[in-house]
């Protein structure tokens, strides 16, 4: 019987559904393995430790001590942005700075690493090797990509503060790097006690400190254990910990967040794939009735007709699922050509646990959406051989969809590997098909109660509406069904490509052409105005240096505030480290007032809060906020909440205060302001002159972010052609589904005297009311799903889109007239005796 369907071709729609859900989730699942199992194989390269502490001061020497006592080797680092310049040497005796370009500055111990290995390269195209040791006294290392920037090559000289260092060797492999923004610019590293002599790190200087620990198992979790008595509960502020579960947290939240959308993907064309599954099955159904049937005559017992399609479908199920599995494989090393280079270790192969669970999906996909369709078929009775108005097909077994649509819910919690997306996926799902099914079966029943109408019969008569509208009444739930999937396939698409749009758009949001793209920050008070004229003299006009000044935030409304108050980890990381306080009287021009008023010419302390901090921290309106600033502390009211727009990469701040507050404490500044690309030398001076002033580019830096967005939009453009072809699978079986019947009506209109040109205007008239209901229910549903979903897991604003209602509907009607006259183009050719009989 499995091989008589294959070739009738009754299978397919089962099998290709199937295959694409499999492939999909394996695809993913095999990714999802690799990646963590190169993760926690190398967490201790990738922190170059067993355990660190960091901080945004030099460590407490109390962890130094522990440290010693439980006999732990220690190293330590500091990284800070800073300016780095080549020196030219016009003669022996003048030597004069020739390129300046922002660095990420390094200064390592001599332990450093203590695991894994740095490997550095004599020169820029030389074959890299294990460094042994750090860079030596008066030589740095840098990567290739400060070298090209400075137009530098090994052996050269560059300016580091007010030292002079020469080019050492190239590093060609820094596990420990990180993805925070600092790390995004060149690397420069250098010996930790050569540090001081630069003169780099003063008040304000932006410095993390980190104490590498290394040791045996047994001594590193007591060292863990004395780090977290010590800064767990905000008992010491600006100091975080770090462990092997913690590797790279910077590459596991940028995984994160693209897993979250991969995964999206994958359970979408899952659920797709149940929809087309449960579609094809019902058809598989109806058209084996009278097969069934004459088995039963034949001496066929119910129990015996059901095991025999358990196992048929059982045998389909295995097999698509490991050619799905085969499948998703081979996918998952496109995925991994994009997103595995966000990781530059060597990924272990995957286990072969992700296949396992891609064919036990698709088995639970199989039996829970294919089965229930299905057992009225082994319970036809023998008459139906004789009696074609059986209507035992039309009892469907609600209590095997409920146990179904349970076992998907929970596949979807499980693929998504997290109980918000997957419940959200599969509420939207579960809430999709009981709404879209309910409002389907009442459009249609007004429809048709309009229809019979004296208007409606004057209205339709002419076009062939009135006949399509009974035709849909008088089949019911199956034209809701019809319609219920079809809007359950165009909303997976239309949130898909709606939610990758806004992501891909806000990952690609690109700056005015106008807009800053050189900040100068560390000004200290005594240089402002030699900046501000440097600047003038060289074409810089619209010069404004901010007030900054650094302070912690302690309490609000005398409640006192530590990371563990929240539980979202950006409010933890905001409140564990210092703000950037700063002052003034008037509104900037591209921040409003959303709530309150603007303090103006306050001459006691007022706040002026960003509305996107205010919802993260849990501020409002008339709260008292308590900032420590180099040990004094102020207590100020929040009497306005400020809108601004961070795209225009102008200075802004979170917090303003009036600056009669604020001027009287230790404060430096920063500005902003654009520089065509063939003026940037004119920086070079300025820096030369002040070189604890640091000049941020942020086209580099902005391109190497953009690379590694580009990676996670390559991967998610790729999945999306599996949700693309399980979503036309979709279509096409919920059009096909009610095929038969309208083959049948088709041929009775005929013999009955019906024109070709009615029996067709019958036809797009259905198909039209069908595209409309389905497209407006999948707009509906694809926007309120979509908001959902950005809100709550994605953590982007999704604005309502006044053309995704038109759209829907435009979509809709289209797949619905393309796949009827796709399924039925042949049937108005045949004589209708003929179709009656095929009927």
Not at 201 to 214: D, E, F, N, P
Not at 329 to 350: D, E, N, R, T
Not at 658 to 681: C, D, K, M, N, Y
Request: charged letters at 20%; a positive charge; proline letters at 4%.
């Amino acid at each position: 019987m499995t091989l008589r369907d294959w070739r009738a071709g009754e299978l397919t729609m089962l099998v290709l559904a199937l295959v694409l859900a499999v492939a999909a989730l394996a695809s993913v699942g095999f990714l999802a393995d690799r990646l963590q199992q190169g993760l926690e194989r190398d967490a201790r390269r990738m922190i170059a430790a067993d355990f660190v502490v960091r901080a945004d001061h030099p460590v407490d020497t109390a962890f130094f001590d522990e440290a010693r006592s439980l006999g732990l080797r220690t190293a330590t680092t500091a990284i800070f942005p800073s300016m780095v310049a080549r020196v030219s040497a016009a003669s022996q005796d003048d030597r004069s700075l020739a390129d300046a370009r922002l660095a990420a500055v390094k200064a390592v111990s001599s332990a450093y690493p203590l695991r894994g290995a740095l490997r550095i390269a004599a020169t820029a195209d030389a074959p890299d090797r294990p460094a042994d040791g750090i860079p030596a006294k008066g030589t740095v290392w840098v990567d290739d990509q400060l070298l090209e920037t400075l137009h530098a090559h090994v052996g050269d000289v560059v300016a580091l503060g007010g030292r002079r260092f020469t080019i050492g060797a190239v590093i060609t492999r820094e596990l420990d790097r990180g993805f925070a923004f600092v790390n995004f610019s060149p690397r420069l590293m250098m010996r930790a006690d050569e540090l001081a002599s630069t003169g780099l790190i003063g008040y304000g200087s932006r410095v993390t400190y980190r104490l590498l620990v290394a040791g045996n198992d047994g001594a590193v979790a007591r060292f863990a254990a004395f780090a977290h008595a010590h800064v767990d509960g905000g008992k010491l502020r600006g100091v975080a910990l770090e462990s092997l579960n913690d590797g790279q947290p910077q590459v596991r939240a940028t995984l994160d967040r693209a897993g979250h959308f991969l995964r999206l993907v994958a359970l979408l064309t899952a659920l797709l794939a149940a929809v087309a599954i449960a579609m094809a099955a019902h058809r598989y159904m109806r058209r084996h009735l009278d097969g069934c049937a004459v088995m039963r005559c034949l001496g066929l017992g119910e129990r015996e007709l059901r095991t025999l399609v358990a196992l048929e479908f059982a045998f389909i199920g295995v097999t698509g699922g490991v050619i799905g599995a085969v499948l998703g494989y081979a996918g998952h090393f496109a995925l991994l050509a994009w997103l595995g280079q966000l990781i530059a270790v060597a990924l272990p192969q995957p286990s072969p646990l992700p296949a396992v669970e891609g064919i036990g999906a698709g088995l639970v996909l199989l039996f829970g959406f294919a089965l229930p369709p299905l057992l009225p078929l082994t319970r036809v009775p023998p008459i139906r051989v004789l009696r074609r108005d059986w209507d035992g097909q039309a009892r469907a077994a609600w209590w095997a969809y409920a146990v179904g649509i349970a076992l998907f819910g929970a596949l979807l919690v499980l693929a998504a590997g997290e109980l918000k997306l997957g419940g959200i996926v599969a509420g939207g799902f579960a809430s999709g098909l009981v709404v879209f099914a309910v409002l389907a079966r009442v459009a249609l029943w007004l429809c048709a109660r309009v229809a019979r109408s004296e208007g409606g019969r004057r209205l339709a008569a002419a076009v062939g509406w009135r006949y399509a509208l009974a035709s849909l009444e008088r089949r019911g739930w199956a034209s809701a069904l019809q319609i219920t999937a079809l809007a359950i396939g165009l909303m997976c698409l239309l949130l898909i490509a709606m939610t990758r749009n806004d992501l891909v758009a806000g990952w690609r949001k690109s700056t005015p052409p106008d807009a800053p793209n050189e900040f100068l920050i560390d000004i200290q008070p005594d240089e402002r105005e030699a900046v501000v004229d440097y600047l003038r003299a060289h074409g810089v006009d619209d010069v404004t240096l901010e007030p900054m000044v650094r302070g912690r935030l302690v309490s609000i409304d005398g409640k006192r505030i530590v990371p563990e108050s929240y539980k979202n980890d950006d409010a933890r990381r905001l409140v564990d480290r210092e703000f950037n306080l700063s002052y003034r009287s008037t509104l900037p021009d591209d921040n409003r007032i959303s709530a309150g008023a603007w303090y103006g010419r306050a001459t006691r302390p007022e706040i002026s809060i960003e509305a996107g901090l205010a919802k993260l921290i849990g501020v409002k309106l008339g709260d008292v906020l308590r900032f420590d600033v180099t040990g004094m502390q102020i207590d100020a009211p929040v009497t306005s909440v400020r809108t601004l727009d961070w795209g225009t990469f102008k200075v802004n701040f979170f917090v303003l205060m009036p600056p009669a507050a604020l001027e009287g404490f230790p404060a430096t500044f920063i500005t902003s302001f654009h520089l065509p690309p063939e003026r940037r030398a004119a920086l070079d001076g300025l820096i030369a002159a002040h070189p604890n002033v640091t000049a941020i580019d942020t086209t580099p830096i902005l391109a190497q972010i953009q690379h590694v967005l580009e990676q996670v939009i390559g991967a998610v453009q790729f999945l999306f052609a599996f949700t693309l072809a399980a979503g036309l699978l979709v279509l096409y079986a919920a059009l096909a589904g009610t095929r038969d019947e309208r083959v049948r009506e088709s041929a009775l209109l005929r013999a009955l005297g019906a024109s070709h040109r009615q029996v067709r205007s019958v036809h797009v008239a259905e198909f039209v009311v069908v595209g409309t209901l389905a497209g407006v229910m999948a707009a509906v549903g694809a926007q309120a799903l979509g908001i959902v979903l950005a809100t709550r897991v994605f953590d982007f604003h999704l604005d309502l889109d006044p053309w995704m209602l038109p759209a829907g509907i435009a979509a809709g009607v289209a797949c619905a007239g393309v796949g009827g006259w796709l399924s039925l183009r042949r049937v108005l050719r045949r004589p209708a005796a003929q179709s009656l009989r095929d009927a």
